[in-house]
């Protein structure tokens, strides 16, 4: 039987975290500069402004900032100030918050700007923020000579604001279907698609946030507990961004 709290293992998977990590981080900087053209399409005019294109790229921006501090703390082999680099690593709360609010506002406009529903998801973004504030200010890393990298030293106080995202991710899918419920098997293209997408964006909130939720309940060591925060955090921006590139780009054609 495996010892996750052996030092060896720990290291070993430590290894394979920081791997994984650098794999993902490819993928989304190929992914951001890839899709630069919609945001310059924005600016040029040949898509209609509209203000939430401001969270969708604060959605993109963020999750670089995050996955380049990620680069910076892992592959430096000077000593840095690793509090520092976990403190600015709020970054990767925010790209959590930002790919949430795309769903919240997507959410509202279904349910055509209904009070009560503006209400429940202000109170989850405001309930989600505060979980990552205060998971990143308990947060402590520490430099490892051994390693030659940051190690942080108590990721499990990232627990409540993991499963808190999951939670209220899943319960806006569920509201946003509900919505979508009256127009699934509509004649109307648009209404066809945002079931399919919502359909697919609870696929990916289940494959990006259900791992990581799983693995700090289990908290078997640091390692683990890391291992999959990163991918699941550009796994949701991807599919937040794509879908609202998807759908914008329907809406204009048919305006």
Same mark, same amino acid.
């Given at each position: 039987?495996?010892?996750?709290?052996?030092?060896?293992?720990?290291?070993?998977?430590?290894?394979?975290?920081?791997?994984?990590?650098?794999?993902?981080?490819?993928?989304?900087?190929?992914?951001?500069?890839?899709?630069?053209?919609?945001?310059?399409?924005?600016?040029?005019?040949?898509?209609?402004?509209?203000?939430?294109?401001?969270?969708?790229?604060?959605?993109?921006?963020?999750?670089?900032?995050?996955?380049?501090?990620?680069?910076?703390?892992?592959?430096?082999?000077?000593?840095?100030?690793?509090?520092?680099?976990?403190?600015?690593?709020?970054?990767?709360?925010?790209?959590?918050?930002?790919?949430?609010?795309?769903?919240?506002?997507?959410?509202?406009?279904?349910?055509?700007?209904?009070?009560?529903?503006?209400?429940?998801?202000? &109170?989850? /973004? =405001?309930? @989600? %923020?505060? !979980? $990552?504030?205060?998971?990143? *200010?308990? #947060?402590?890393?520490?430099?490892?000579?051994?390693?030659?990298?940051?190690?942080?030293?108590?990721?499990?106080?990232?627990?409540?604001?993991?499963? &808190?995202? /999951? =939670?209220? @991710? %899943?319960? !806006? $899918?569920?509201?946003?279907? *509900?919505? #979508?419920?009256?127009?699934?098997?509509?004649?109307?293209?648009?209404?066809?698609?945002?079931?399919?997408?919502?359909?697919?964006?609870?696929?990916?909130?289940?494959?990006?946030?259900?791992?990581?939720?799983?693995?700090?309940?289990?908290?078997?060591?640091?390692?683990?507990?890391?291992?999959?925060?990163?991918?699941?955090?550009?796994?949701?921006?991807?599919?937040?961004?794509?879908?609202?590139?998807?759908?914008?780009?329907?809406?204009?054609?048919?305006?």
């Amino acid at each position: 039987m495996v010892n996750y709290h052996n030092p060896a293992t720990i290291a070993q998977e430590f290894v394979t975290l920081v791997k994984l990590w650098h794999v993902v981080d490819g993928i989304f900087i190929w992914e951001f500069i890839t899709t630069l053209d919609y945001e310059w399409d924005v600016i040029r005019g040949h898509h209609p402004y509209r203000w939430t294109i401001w969270v969708y790229s604060l959605a993109r921006v963020t999750t670089l900032m995050a996955i380049i501090l990620n680069i910076v703390g892992f592959d430096t082999t000077t000593p840095i100030n690793c509090q520092v680099w976990m403190t600015f690593e709020f970054f990767a709360s925010l790209a959590f918050v930002f790919s949430s609010l795309l769903i919240m506002l997507r959410v509202i406009a279904i349910w055509n700007k209904a009070k009560m529903i503006i209400a429940i998801a202000m &109170g989850i /973004l =405001v309930v @989600d %923020i505060s !979980l $990552f504030i205060n998971s990143t *200010i308990r #947060l402590r890393a520490t430099w490892s000579p051994e390693a030659v990298t940051c190690i942080v030293a108590n990721i499990e106080s990232t627990k409540p604001a993991i499963i &808190g995202s /999951l =939670v209220s @991710d %899943i319960g !806006l $899918f569920l509201v946003m279907l *509900i919505g #979508l419920l009256p127009l699934r098997g509509g004649a109307f293209a648009l209404g066809r698609t945002l079931w399919k997408q919502g359909l697919i964006w609870l696929l990916f909130a289940t494959v990006a946030e259900v791992p990581p939720a799983v693995l700090m309940i289990l908290d078997l060591n640091v390692s683990l507990n890391l291992i999959d925060q990163t991918p699941g955090m550009i796994v949701m921006t991807i599919a937040a961004t794509r879908v609202y590139r998807s759908l914008t780009t329907i809406y204009s054609s048919n305006t």
